[in-house]
């Protein structure tokens, strides 16, 4: 069973703060590893995508990944209240379906 | 610069309806996925596309039925509505091959029934 994990939260930061948002996964064959933010009642938007180990940016975001340890991350610098949002973490191998965490809800407080 | 586009954005049916999701996508992608989001259970993929007129079943089939006549278009279909089956459903579009860099959902459809 292929598996996603994020930790659900909430997760609080006061804005101007960075919000770290990690997520691991079991299938030693992902080879692509997404981040997509859900505002409430709305369809993800994705923000970002990595394949190749190491850090992507992409203004404000960074994400991170460490497929020797199974891992990748979200960097938001100066986070903003408009931020506050769930953000699901989804991998996949090539064409196969993207298998989602159950999302990490942050909170950016003003 | 609309990507996926979901027929619905609220639907309202009656118990033991046959209802009828609708997704288009113009990015002239091979993949196309239904996903239901439940508070708590995350998405789960009911059935999803690689090709016209193919399909696959996903974690969650029972109940549903999908079609895929065009490249463009994958509709889910409840063959008989349940109270059970009332929820979020999300239809994505995906580029083909590896590593995959385009995945884009729609805007959702909240469908409850009654």
Known sequence: QKEVEQNSGPLSVPEG??????????????????????????????IMFIYSNGDKEDGRFTAQLNKASQYVSLLIRDSQP????????????????????????????? | ???????SRYLVK?????VFLECVQDMDHENMFWYRQDPGLG????YFSYD????????????YSVSREKKERFSLILESASTNQTSMYLCAGFRSGAPNTEAFFGQGTRLTVV
């Open chain 1, 82 to 110: 408009s931020d506050s949002a769930t953000y699901l973490c989804a991998v996949n191998q090539g064409n196969t379906p993207l298998v989602f965490g159950k999302g990490t809800r942050l909170s950016v407080i003003a």
């Open chain 2, 43 to 46: 998405l789960r993929l009911i």
């Open chain 1, 17 to 46: 703060a960075i919000a770290s948002l990690n997520c691991t996964y079991s299938d030693r064959g992902s080879q692509s590893f997404f981040w997509y933010r859900q505002y409430s009642g709305k369809s993800p938007e994705l």
């Open chain 2, 52 to 63: 016209v007129k193919m399909k696959e079943k996903g974690d969650i089939p029972e109940g």
């Open chain 2, 1 to 7: 610069d609309v990507k996926v586009t979901q027929s």
């Open chain 2, 14 to 18: 009656r118990t033991g309806e046959k």
